[in-house]
């Protein structure tokens, strides 16, 4: 009863996604994400607002068309390396859009991390 329940639901949400119809890419690309944020005014009133991400994608995982697929981007900023992970199924990300197209021979690019802390820490010492 749970399986075949489990089943309807990720058909449902992979028939969602299939609808929202985002641009190809890999990792490496450098991407901007356009993420719907919720904020609330003084009155407690909710409002939206876009926001956009933009970094390089250091890996995709469980693919695109999965309902579990999801992306991570990372960007560094003043100095200090921010990573965000998207789920492709969600509902708050409005728009991706490709800025820069960079060919990576590695699927994950997870050695980057330490590269930019290594520079980080380089940038301190000399100061």
Known sequence: MGIKLLD???AEQTAVLKDKNFPEFHTGD????SIKIKEFD???EAKYRLQ???GKVLAIDNGRGNV???FTVS???YGVRVEKLFPFCSPWIQ???VVKQNPSWRSKLYTERTFCSHKAVRKLVKK
């Open 95 to 97: 728009a991706i859009k």
């Open 68 to 70: 579990t697929g999801n």
């Open 75 to 77: 960007r560094e900023s």
């Open 42 to 44: 003084s009155k407690g």
């Open 52 to 54: 956009d991400f933009e």
């Open 30 to 33: 450098t991407v901007r994400v």
């Open 8 to 10: 309807k639901i990720n």
